[in-house]
């Protein structure tokens, strides 16, 4: 048991530009979510998958966020045409078929 | 629809002393989860204990236990013989059905050598 993985760890962009983000669940973790944290905040519901199919969309997630989960495995989150309000840390959590959520490190983005 | 109330932004604690964070929730759902996360400085968000709301006995993990007022909707965090390394942000959630978790803004603990 490896843990959640997220990468990159950190990632600075500029206004307008689109960036990717991806997260490995822990092996055989058929769920997975998706936070964002601002500062001084607590993490805010995304989406969820479970295994391939996107199950629940928070309405913070604008039509500029998408995510996926092809087969079921690691799962990306893009933004496209990036705000500085899209600064925060993005953070992924993946369970098994209990309500536990174990989180990864997270992926910090910065928009200039 | 949850809702999670950490009323105490921060709190201090002396070394080897007690100390309790609040958590106060609301829910329309009759079989729920709550939760505290510990989130360290820079480092990921780690699960320090869990309780299910169907059963009244209070979840335990070590120095770490909770106050689950089910009619009050209350769900405290106590630190026994508190660690340096306990310092960090504190998270109270709550989850049901499909289990996207609703956290709390956080309690900034310090522990004061």
């Known amino acids: 048991d490896t843990g959640v993985s997220q990468n990159p760890r950190h990632k600075i962009t500029k206004r307008g530009q689109n960036v990717t983000f991806r997260c490995d669940p822990i092996s055989e973790h058929n769920r997975l979510y998706w936070y964002r944290q601002t500062l001084g905040q607590g993490p805010e519901f995304l989406t969820y998958?479970?295994?391939?199919?996107?199950?629940?969309k928070s309405r913070l997630l604008s039509d500029r966020f998408s995510a996926e989960r092809p087969k079921g495995s690691f799962s990306t989150l893009e933004i496209q045409r990036t705000e500085q309000g899209d600064s925060a840390m993005y953070l992924c959590?993946?369970?098994?078929?209990?309500?536990?959520?174990?989180f990864g490190p997270g992926t910090r983005l910065t928009v200039l | 629809a949850q809702t999670v109330t950490q009323s105490q932004p921060e709190m201090s604690v002396q070394e080897a002393e007690t100390v309790t964070l609040s958590c106060t929730y609301d829910?329309?759902?009759?079989?729920?989860?709550l939760f505290w996360y510990k989130q360290p400085p820079s480092r990921q968000m780690i699960l320090v204990i869990r309780q299910e709301a169907y059963k009244q006995q209070n979840a335990t993990e070590n120095r770490f236990s909770v106050n689950f007022q089910k009619a009050a909707k209350s769900f405290s965090l106590k630190i026994s013989d508190s660690q340096l390394g306990d310092a960090a942000m504190y998270f109270c959630?709550?989850?049901?059905?499909?289990?996207?978790?609703?956290f709390g803004k956080g309690t900034k603990l310090s522990v004061i050598p």
């Open positions: 998958f479970q295994n391939e199919a996107q199950l629940e």
């Open positions: 959630a709550a989850g049901a059905g499909s289990y996207q978790l609703t």
């Open positions: 829910t329309s759902e009759s079989d729920y989860y």
């Open positions: 959590a993946s369970s098994p078929y209990t309500d536990t959520q174990y």
